[in-house]
């Protein structure tokens, strides 16, 4: 592994307004890298107002991720719970091979990279985010409704027991998109 280098300490009157400049440049950016970004400026400029409000943020950013992570457990907890009272009461026949043979919904990912999304099943909490690397297949046995959250917006759509989807790029290098696969095998987009 190689050193990283230390950001050089930048001081004076001009500091503060370099900071808010270099801030403003992350507005695009995916929210880890922003945050990665956030924490070597307030090394170049730790002794700016700004600096100390970033350090703020980025503190007050983690509060939010604690109490996600919290609220997903109990949400986990929950859905475990609810989960195993109804598979307690399903009749024995339908736990035969019947239950097995019932269609699923597929993902599959065709891409040359990994594929990120969340998916609820109804009644159900948001998944954490799923990553689907390339050539691997995602199957879930109940209607689900998937989101994607990029920089450049929000999916959100419901994909059908049966049915089958894949990611897809239009060309190498591209943010993979999910289509519906048709028995033609034709794409219809689905984003």
């Known amino acids: 592994m190689l050193p990283q280098e230390e950001p050089e300490v930048v ?6 307004k370099k900071m808010r ?43 939010y991720d604690e109490a ?14 609810v989960r195993e009272y109804w598979r307690k009461k399903i009749d024995d026949s339908l736990t035969g091979p019947l239950y097995r043979d019932l269609p699923v919904v597929r993902i599959t990912n065709d891409g040359d990279q990994a594929a990120l999304y969340q998916l609820r099943g109804y009644g ?14 995602d199957e879930i046995n109940y209607p689900v409704t998937y ?8 999916v959100v759509y419901s994909l059908e027991t049966g049915r089958q989807y894949v990611f ?7 943010m993979p998109q999910l289509y519906t696969v048709t028995p033609d095998d034709k794409q219809d987009s689905s984003q």
């Open 68 to 81: 996600a992570a919290e609220e997903r457990a109990k949400a986990e907890v929950r859905a475990a719970r």
């Open 147 to 154: 989101r994607r959250i990029t920089t450049e917006g929000v």
């Open 168 to 174: 897809r790029q239009s060309e190498p290098g591209a």
């Open 21 to 63: 400049e270099e801030l403003e440049k992350l507005k695009g950016m995916e929210i880890t890298l922003r945050k990665a970004r956030a924490r070597q400026l307030i090394k170049k400029y730790h002794k700016t107002e700004t600096a100390k409000l970033v350090q703020r943020f980025l503190r007050e950013l983690e509060l």
């Open 11 to 16: 001081e004076g009157p001009e500091a503060e």
């Open 124 to 137: 159900m909490h948001w998944t954490r985010p799923r990553f689907l690397d390339p050539g691997e297949v």
